[in-house]
């Protein structure tokens, strides 16, 4: 909220879209080069007198812009006789899993590098509609994994 008009300083690793205030509120987008930590970003409104206020400083700022990247580690075998067969990837970040098509897993979670999950079937077939994706804590999401396609032949747990 600036208490009259004028320009904007910013100083620090960072920048925005906003270069000239009106007194009141406004709303100002901060961009930083890339994904990190930064510390020292702020702002100083200076006026047409040359008048520049005490900065304001943002504090501490993480960016995290970039996905998960998701790996098939071990696939299914193409033929199985169980409902829930092991299934191994790998993951650059953790975060919440979701299924699509017709599998599930039996966690929704995953952590940093190599996990070892369950993919929960529940019927004989053909199963080549299989994909995962992660979702950090960011709310980055990944690209799907398209899970290897297998066929289950028995119903064993």
Request: hydrophobic share 30%; net charge positive; with cysteine.
């Amino acid at each position: 909220k600036a208490s009259e008009t004028g320009s904007l300083v910013y100083s620090g690793n960072c920048s925005g879209d906003l270069q000239h205030m009106k007194q009141g509120k406004s709303e100002v987008s901060i961009s930083f080069p890339s994904d990190g930590l930064y510390r020292g970003c702020q702002l100083k409104l200076s006026d047409a007198s040359g008048n520049t206020s005490e900065p304001l400083p943002l504090g501490t700022v993480r960016i995290d812009a970039t996905p998960p990247v998701l790996a098939e580690i071990k696939s299914v075998p193409k033929m199985i006789h169980t409902n829930r067969p092991s299934y191994s990837f790998k993951t650059s970040k953790s975060g919440t899993l979701r299924f699509s098509g017709k599998c599930r897993g039996n966690v929704d979670k995953a952590v940093v590098g190599i996990n070892h999950i369950a993919l929960l079937t529940g019927e004989q077939g053909v199963y080549d509609d299989c994909k995962m994706t992660l979702t950090d804590s960011s709310n980055n999401q990944s690209q799907p994994l398209k899970i290897s396609p297998f066929m289950v032949v028995g119903g064993q747990s």
